[in-house]
């Protein structure tokens, strides 16, 4: 996966990105970055197309002198594909991370530590943001409640109707906050069964 960072960042286009951690003179050393819509068609990667926010960074450098420790706050707002209804949505993050480096003779990753050469004693965070971006958006990410797709959310209720006698939903826009799974289950004529029994005893 670094190898691939180092294409992706390479460009001129994350120069910015670039850190020197080898001609540091300082102990600390702190920056910040502005992430807009281009960042992420510059990066060109399928998670994450579009979004803004702010990164603060604070480079570290280890008593050994080789060793560095980066760490990240992100916070903004990317758009993402809502599972419910397919539409865009943004989708807030808030992040706290960190990245450990070492100089050595190749690059390659340890561990928790990514190796840089030491006759480089470069490294270009950005796609390192990217992740950490990626990493921050959860698994299940829908609309706030009655803003889905009214025509995708019908669809999705004619669907989850399984038989003539259950309730008609097909016409009634589902409740954005509800659970497809649980949704499905309660229409599910085994529940119905299971219920009968129940009620019998």
């Not at 691939?4 to 910040?32: A, H, P």
Request: proline content about 2%.
């Amino acid at each position: 996966m670094y190898l691939g960072t180092l294409l992706q960042c390479g460009m001129t286009k994350f120069g910015k990105y670039k850190i020197d951690l080898k001609g540091m003179q300082q102990s600390v050393v702190r920056l910040e970055y502005e992430l807009d819509n281009q960042f992420f068609m510059d990066i060109d990667a399928p998670e994450v197309g579009r979004g803004r926010g702010n990164v603060s960074l604070e480079v570290k450098k280890q008593s050994a002198g080789n060793a560095f420790e980066l760490n990240f706050d992100i916070e903004g707002t990317v758009v993402v594909q809502c599972d419910r209804c397919l539409d865009d949505m943004e989708q807030a993050i808030a992040i706290s991370d960190k990245l450990m480096v070492k100089l050595g003779t190749e690059y390659s990753e340890e561990g928790d530590w990514v190796i840089i050469p030491e006759e480089e004693g470069e490294i270009n965070v950005a796609w390192f943001i990217y992740e950490f971006i990626v990493l921050a958006i959860p698994l299940k990410h829908v609309h706030a409640p009655g803003k889905c797709n009214k025509a995708m959310a019908g669809k999705l209720n004619e669907h989850l109707r399984v038989s003539a006698d259950d309730e008609d939903i097909a016409g009634v826009e589902m409740e954005e906050d509800e659970d497809l799974e649980s949704t499905s289950q309660i229409s599910d004529p085994r529940w119905n069964e299971l219920k009968k029994i129940l009620d019998n005893n």
